[in-house]
């Protein structure tokens, strides 16, 4: 016995000593391509088809060389000043934001815009590789009826609820001049990922005066559906260079910017930009609902009440039930078909 347990200790040993040899899964190093050479292909891109082309107009004012002078002259001084230092550091400088903004907007203010809008992929979403630097303050406020207004800007949160009317929309204009605006959801679509729905769309504005527009498509209010996270809503202006007269469907609000805008391009340019996300609220429920009760009553509205219902089948669940209808779907046509259920046919 004791021989045999060294000659098992020994076949362990043995086998434990035992090294496989690795084997290379796909090619050799020396024949395959590196991860930077797999991922340039992959996302590769032809500058022909990809280069961004700016579609908007051109910078209204520019500052002279003498405007940047002065400019650097300004901050210099400013810099320069130790009282104004000094009540910075103890929280008592005062500042006309007003008068801020309004700085802001005459020079930075469209490329920052341009720049948000591009982090949340609104001008790709829209036009593919074209863009513009929305020169022309846009302003969208939502009145909240208690005294006070909800401004859209690049990227704010407004929920359904805020936003259940049209808002007020204002913007610097000639009188003479025609405008369009255009409310479209980027990711709300039901069936068709690719398109959006078009939510506002106003022709023929003259001036900034919106309630003298022609509107082609009614207001609707956002309708992110639950679970689907925050979608984005984006006003974009357009300036026209005439009378237009759209050719846009109005049944199902389907949309797509970009193939609209090909077709207008040579009578519109986008000018004005403001965008907010959105997500469910028990408004969008209350909506859909409201939606289910006219459908339900313009589909009664044609049924006559004193028409017999249609004889019941005599070997009911001996016809046939497609093949691809799903299992649950088939048991549920079976009790219909019986008369089963918590409430019988009067």
């Given at each position: 016995m004791l021989n045999s347990f060294r000659g098992v200790w020994a076949?362990?040993?043995?086998?434990?000593?035992?090294?496989?040899?690795?084997?290379?899964?796909?090619?050799?190093?020396?024949?395959?391509?590196?991860?930077?050479?797999?991922?340039?292909?992959?996302?590769?891109?032809?500058?022909?088809?990809?280069?961004?082309?700016?579609?908007?107009?051109?910078?209204?004012?520019?500052?002279?060389?003498?405007?940047r002078r002065c400019k650097l002259d300004h901050l210099k001084k400013i810099k320069a000043d130790k009282n104004l230092e000094q009540l910075a550091r103890n929280h008592t400088l005062e500042i006309d934001?007003?008068?801020?903004?309004?700085?802001?907007?005459?020079?930075?203010?469209?490329?920052h815009k341009k720049q948000i809008a591009d982090h949340y992929g609104i001008f790709e979403h829209l036009y593919g590789e074209g863009y513009f630097i929305p020169y022309l303050n846009l302003e969208v406020l939502y009145d909240l009826k208690n005294g006070s207004y909800l401004p859209v800007y690049t990227g704010n949160d407004?929920?359904?609820?805020?936003?259940?009317?049209?808002?007020?929309?204002?913007?610097?204009?000639?009188?003479?001049?025609?405008?369009?605006?255009?409310?479209?959801?980027l990711d709300g679509h039901l069936t068709e990922g690719d398109k959006e729905y078009v939510h506002w769309l106003v022709a023929?504005?003259?001036?900034?005066?919106?309630?003298?527009?022609?509107?082609?498509v009614e207001y609707l209010q956002p309708i992110p559906l639950k679970g689907t996270g925050y979608h984005r809503y984006a006003y974009v202006l357009y300036k026209q260079d005439g009378n237009i007269n759209y050719d846009v469907t109005k049944e199902d609000?389907?949309?797509?910017?970009?193939?609209?805008?090909?077709?207008?391009?040579?009578?519109?340019?986008?000018?004005?930009l403001a965008f907010f996300q959105t997500n469910w609220d028990i408004s969008v429920?209350?909506?859909f609902h409201k939606i289910n009760k006219e459908y339900l009553l313009r589909k009664l509205k044609d049924e006559d009440p004193f028409k017999a219902p249609p004889p019941p089948l005599k070997?009911?669940?001996?016809?046939?039930?497609?093949?691809?209808?799903?299992?649950?779907?088939k048991l549920h046509e079976k009790k219909i078909r019986l008369g089963w259920g918590r409430v019988n046919d009067v």
């Open positions: 076949a362990n040993i043995q086998l434990q000593q035992i090294r496989c040899a690795h084997r290379i899964r796909g090619k050799a190093p020396i024949f395959c391509r590196t991860i930077k050479e797999r991922l340039d292909e992959l996302n590769y891109k032809d500058e022909l088809y990809t280069t961004r082309i700016d579609i908007g107009l051109p910078q209204m004012k520019k500052l002279s060389e003498g405007s934001l007003n008068e801020a903004k309004k700085e802001w907007l005459n020079t930075l203010g469209p490329q407004i929920k359904p609820a805020e936003a259940l009317e049209y808002p007020i929309v204002n913007y610097e204009s000639d009188p003479d001049s025609l405008w369009t605006l255009a409310l479209t959801s023929n504005i003259p001036g900034n005066s919106i309630e003298k527009g022609d509107t082609i609000r389907t949309f797509v910017t970009r193939e609209w805008y090909q077709k207008y391009q040579d009578n519109i340019t986008p000018a004005g429920r209350d909506f070997f009911p669940n001996a016809q046939p039930f497609p093949k691809n209808m799903p299992s649950w779907l």
